[in-house]
Protein backbone atom coordinates (compact mmCIF):
# COMPACT_ATOMS: atom_id res chain seq x y z
CA UNK A 1 0.00 0.00 0.00
CA UNK A 2 1.19 3.30 -0.86
CA UNK A 3 0.39 6.92 0.75
CA UNK A 4 1.12 10.11 0.60
CA UNK A 5 1.44 12.26 3.33
CA UNK A 6 1.49 15.94 3.14
CA UNK A 7 2.90 18.52 5.86
CA UNK A 8 3.52 22.32 6.62
CA UNK A 9 0.48 23.73 6.38
CA UNK A 10 -1.16 26.24 8.45
CA UNK A 11 -1.95 30.12 8.93
CA UNK A 12 0.48 32.75 7.95
CA UNK A 13 0.05 36.56 6.92
CA UNK A 14 0.29 38.18 3.71
CA UNK A 15 3.74 38.36 2.34
CA UNK A 16 5.32 35.55 4.58
CA UNK A 17 7.17 32.55 3.41
CA UNK A 18 5.70 28.68 3.72
CA UNK A 19 7.15 25.14 2.90
CA UNK A 20 4.76 22.25 1.75
CA UNK A 21 6.24 18.62 1.94
CA UNK A 22 4.69 15.51 0.74
CA UNK A 23 6.43 11.97 1.24
CA UNK A 24 5.45 8.82 -0.02
CA UNK A 25 5.88 6.16 2.03
CA UNK A 26 4.86 2.01 1.58
CA UNK A 27 5.54 0.07 -1.11
CA UNK A 28 6.88 2.75 -3.33
CA UNK A 29 9.52 1.19 -6.11
CA UNK A 30 9.88 4.43 -7.76
CA UNK A 31 8.17 7.62 -8.21
CA UNK A 32 7.71 9.44 -12.03
CA UNK A 33 6.34 13.20 -12.16
CA UNK A 34 4.92 15.02 -9.06
CA UNK A 35 3.10 17.75 -8.50
CA UNK A 36 0.99 19.91 -6.40
CA UNK A 37 -2.46 21.35 -6.47
CA UNK A 38 -4.90 23.51 -4.80
CA UNK A 39 -8.59 23.99 -4.35
CA UNK A 40 -10.31 26.96 -3.08
CA UNK A 41 -13.61 27.03 -1.73
CA UNK A 42 -16.48 27.21 -4.12
CA UNK A 43 -13.78 26.40 -6.48
CA UNK A 44 -12.53 24.20 -8.81
CA UNK A 45 -8.57 22.04 -7.62
CA UNK A 46 -6.02 23.91 -10.27
CA UNK A 47 -2.50 23.23 -10.88
CA UNK A 48 0.21 24.65 -8.93
CA UNK A 49 3.39 22.98 -10.07
CA UNK A 50 4.86 19.94 -11.33
CA UNK A 51 8.03 18.67 -11.43
CA UNK A 52 9.36 15.51 -13.46
CA UNK A 53 11.87 12.68 -11.97
CA UNK A 54 14.39 14.13 -14.17
CA UNK A 55 13.61 17.42 -12.39
CA UNK A 56 11.95 19.72 -15.05
CA UNK A 57 9.27 21.68 -13.87
CA UNK A 58 5.47 24.25 -14.82
CA UNK A 59 4.02 26.42 -12.45
CA UNK A 60 0.62 28.00 -13.06
CA UNK A 61 1.17 31.52 -14.24
CA UNK A 62 -0.18 32.53 -10.86
CA UNK A 63 2.59 31.04 -8.52
CA UNK A 64 6.00 31.51 -10.83
CA UNK A 65 8.48 33.84 -9.40
CA UNK A 66 6.74 33.07 -6.08
CA UNK A 67 6.50 29.41 -5.61
CA UNK A 68 9.32 26.69 -6.20
CA UNK A 69 8.92 23.14 -6.28
CA UNK A 70 11.70 20.84 -5.41
CA UNK A 71 12.12 16.84 -5.07
CA UNK A 72 14.05 14.71 -3.01
CA UNK A 73 14.19 11.27 -5.11
CA UNK A 74 15.90 9.25 -1.87
CA UNK A 75 13.49 10.41 0.42
CA UNK A 76 10.16 9.92 -1.68
CA UNK A 77 9.12 13.12 -0.66
CA UNK A 78 8.48 16.65 -3.10
CA UNK A 79 8.17 20.27 -1.55
CA UNK A 80 6.77 23.44 -2.56
CA UNK A 81 8.69 26.33 -0.96
CA UNK A 82 5.88 29.34 -0.87
CA UNK A 83 7.04 32.89 -1.08
CA UNK A 84 5.20 36.57 -1.17
CA UNK A 85 2.12 34.49 -0.15
CA UNK A 86 -1.19 36.01 -1.12
CA UNK A 87 -5.00 36.18 0.70
CA UNK A 88 -5.71 34.37 -2.64
CA UNK A 89 -3.36 31.66 -1.95
CA UNK A 90 -5.69 30.69 0.42
CA UNK A 91 -6.71 26.58 0.06
CA UNK A 92 -6.54 23.21 0.32
CA UNK A 93 -3.34 21.74 -1.37
CA UNK A 94 -2.79 18.08 -2.62
CA UNK A 95 0.09 16.44 -3.73
CA UNK A 96 -0.17 14.43 -6.07
CA UNK A 97 2.43 11.25 -7.72
CA UNK A 98 2.70 9.16 -10.35
CA UNK A 99 4.20 6.29 -8.19
CA UNK A 100 5.21 2.66 -9.71
CA UNK A 101 4.47 -0.11 -6.44
CA UNK A 102 6.80 -3.01 -6.14
CA UNK A 103 3.78 -5.35 -6.01
CA UNK A 104 3.86 -4.35 -10.43
CA UNK A 105 0.79 -1.36 -9.85
CA UNK A 106 1.12 1.93 -11.45
CA UNK A 107 -0.45 4.63 -9.27
CA UNK A 108 -1.24 7.12 -11.90
CA UNK A 109 -2.15 10.53 -10.40
CA UNK A 110 -1.95 9.26 -6.81
CA UNK A 111 -3.65 12.44 -4.31
CA UNK A 112 -2.51 13.18 -0.95
CA UNK A 113 -4.83 14.16 1.78
CA UNK A 114 -4.29 17.43 1.55
CA UNK A 115 -3.59 19.99 3.80
CA UNK A 116 -4.82 23.18 4.54
CA UNK A 117 -2.63 26.79 3.70
CA UNK A 118 -4.26 30.13 4.95
CA UNK A 119 -2.94 33.24 4.17
CA UNK A 120 -4.59 36.43 6.06
CA UNK A 121 -4.94 39.84 4.88
Known amino acids: QVQLVESGGGLVQAGGSMRLSCAAS????????MGWYRQAPGKQRELVAT???????NYADSVKGRFAISRDNAKNTQYLQMNSLKPEDTAVYYC???????????????WGQGTQVTVSS
Open 51 to 57: ITSGGST
Open 96 to 110: CADVQAYSGDYLQGY
Open 26 to 33: GSVFSINA
